[in-house]
């Protein structure tokens, strides 16, 4: 089965950017990579993704903030995070489609890495 192993998260004052990183253990060039938040108290939401066709979503929160890059050969999803604000506070997992798909519901999702802190103070 599919492991994933995230990084990049940490503290970061208003304004401040961070990079998240994710890896696959095994090769998913077929199926759709994402990154989801959590806040406490919260449902797991979208945040951006990118199909097996390359392209690539971002939820409405995040555009114009947050780019979102793959590479297919290394099975790699990272998320670099601009002008984060604190309500980008939350934990964030990577995740792998069941699909070539990116869909915002995580019921499409059949693989979560273990998520990665990302705390934002004003």
């Known amino acids: 089965q599919v492991q994933l192993e995230e990084s990049g998260g940490g503290l970061a004052q208003a304004g401040d950017s961070l990079r998240l990183s994710c890896i696959a253990s095994e090769s998913v060039v077929n199926l759709g990579m994402a990154w989801f938040r959590q806040s406490p108290g919260k449902e797991r939401v979208f945040v951006a993704g990118?199909?097996?066709?390359?392209?690539?979503y971002f939820a409405d929160s995040v555009k114009g903030r947050f780019t979102v890059s793959r590479d297919f050969v290394k099975n790699a999803l990272d998320l670099q995070m601009n002008s984060l604000q604190p309500e980008d506070t939350a934990v964030y997992y990577c995740a792998v489609s069941k699909t070539g798909w990116v869909l915002t519901g995580t019921d499409f999702y059949e693989t979560w890495g273990q998520g990665t802190q990302v705390t934002v103070s004003v």
């Open positions: 990118i199909n097996h066709g390359k392209r690539a």
